[in-house]
């Protein structure tokens, strides 16, 4: 008969930048639907205020990619929540980009 072998894992928590990476992306679509719900309600006036929350916005998403690539220096810890913010804030980040470039 075949031996069994026992396999325990450790649990690793996850990354505390990795949480705070995939936070900051969260919040930088949620402020991206915000302008864009601002923009469409006040049919195109208080631009300054859409323009600003915009700002905020990929600033947090720029943030959140680094902290997601600093997060990966953590060590014994598990890197899910590393890969997820710095892919989302990497493609939160080059959309809001986009939009920038279009606009000028």
């Known amino acids: 008969m075949a031996r069994r072998y026992r396999y325990a894992f450790a649990k690793k928590k996850e990354a505390e930048k990795g949480k705070l990476s995939v936070g900051l992306a969260a919040a930088s679509f949620l402020l991206f639907l915000a ?7 006040l049919e195109g ?3 300054y205020l859409v323009g600003g929350t915009s700002l905020f916005a990929m600033l947090l998403s720029v943030y959140g990619f680094i ?3 600093v997060s990966f220096s953590e060590e014994e810890r598990n ?3 590393s890969i997820i ?6 493609i939160i980040m080059v ?3 986009g939009l920038f470039l279009m606009g000028v």
């Not at 913010?85 to 990497?90: A, D, E, Q, V, Y």
């Open 95 to 97: 959309g809001w980009l």
């Open 85 to 90: 913010g710095s892919i989302t804030n990497g």
């Open 67 to 69: 902290m997601g690539l």
């Open 79 to 81: 890197h899910r929540t």
């Open 35 to 41: 302008a864009v719900l601002l923009a469409f309600f």
């Open 45 to 47: 006036s208080l631009g």
